[in-house]
């Protein structure tokens, strides 16, 4: 599989799940066999020439785990704290 392809079969999963985990990106055996390509520099690659939005969350408790959310391209995001929260990034 060529570079191209697997970005096309990147965004296809995407697109078809609607968003998914960035680990659920790069576990899945689908994504992951057939090529020589660093999976997360690809997906970085897609979210760089707009194909993929990344949504990147802390947990409270768990700041020093950044968890990573991948949407669609094109996806509005729209985030909804408490004011009185502070950054953690």
């Not at 999976?39 to 969350?57: A, D, M, P, Q, S």
């Amino acid at each position: 599989m060529n570079k191209d392809e697997l970005k096309a079969k990147i965004v296809q999963k995407v697109r078809s799940v609607q968003g998914c985990k960035m680990m659920e990106l790069v576990t899945n055996h689908e994504l992951v066999v057939g090529h020589d390509y660093d999976l997360e520099f690809v997906i970085n690659e897609l979210i760089n020439e707009n194909e993929l939005v990344e949504v990147e969350y802390a947990l409270p408790n768990m700041d020093y785990r950044i968890k990573s959310f991948i949407l669609p391209g094109g996806t509005k995001v729209k985030v909804r704290v408490n004011k009185n929260n502070k950054d953690i990034f």
